[in-house]
């Protein structure tokens, strides 16, 4: 998040894609854009349309930006993912390239990326080459007559003009919202955000040191994708497919898996309603999309991948469905004694573990549901 010391702020209306709705260049503003929050969404996700947000349409959202206000500053809050691993590290390595490649100026050091380590770090310093705000070695940075400042809870900061916090204390105060599931500016202008799950970005105007202007500018299917960024992208991408991270996944054991087809006999309507859905062929959408290999998407795209005996890359065509059990669970028993092995009726709390607010932010469950009902 990105708190703001000066007040004035306006109040937040989405940028026209045309004219961005704030006032014309001028050489005694100073334009600052905001981005960060991906935590670990580099790209769009989600069955229900549109699918917002991602870095290909960040990057070319800033690019476009910095070149109609020439000079502006661009600052990154970091928080690029939200979970250890070797999935990480390759996020945040792609994310610090495209900032990199794009000129950022100055970007937090969050402790999301410092638990990754050190070696990281020097990656993510290497290959983003603007001014890192890492709190073991600096809390501020002046950037054109703005000070920009790491908030760390628990201790003091001087006054700065932005202030990068991540104080989640922040998230109670009463906030706007400025697009779906993300961030929020105060009307008083003391806190701005750039989204979550990279869904958006901020843009400010500052006239004599004081905050004049703010503007939320989601990032809509109808922004593009940037050449550079999607380069850079789809390497993230061949990396993963190259290490094999999907086939790596620890898996438990959750019990004997049976495949949607095993159902039929005794579910013929539920089966019929099940495979004329989406949800049969969830693994070709991936394929379209070059994430058939991604661990972050199989998961909600397969039966069992993190279980003994369920969908493995190893095994393409087995279990590759959001089958019967992705919701019902591991059903090898009871199709073999469904008297003695009952299962389990579920509802819309099942259906909400892979549509989040995060994946899905405009789903609907009532609604959807009428697709797959099959009661």
Known sequence: ?????????LPLMCLSLLGFGMSKPSEESTYVIVTGGARGSLAPCGCTKPMTGGLKRMANMVRELKSRYNGAIWIDAGDITNAPGRQSELKVETYAQVMGELGVDVYAITPSERALGEG???????????????????????????KIAVDIPGLPHSEADIIISRDPNHRDLNATTIFPSGGAAQANGTLVSPGEALRGLVLLRFLGGELKESRAIPLEPRVADDAQATRAYNSYLNRLNAERLAEKVLRTDKGRFAGSSSCTKCHPTAAKVHFKSAHSHAIETLKSVKHDNDPDCISCHSVGFEAKGGYSPLQPKKFAEVGCESCHGASADHAAKPKQFKLQKVGEKKCLSCHTTRTSPAFNFVKNWTKIKHR
């Open 1 to 9: 998040m990105i708190r703001l010391s000066k007040k004035g702020l």
């Open 120 to 146: 990281i770090i020097l990656s993510m310093k290497s290959l983003a080459k603007g001014i890192p705000l890492d709190p073991t070695e600096r809390d501020s940075v002046s950037v054109k007559g703005l």
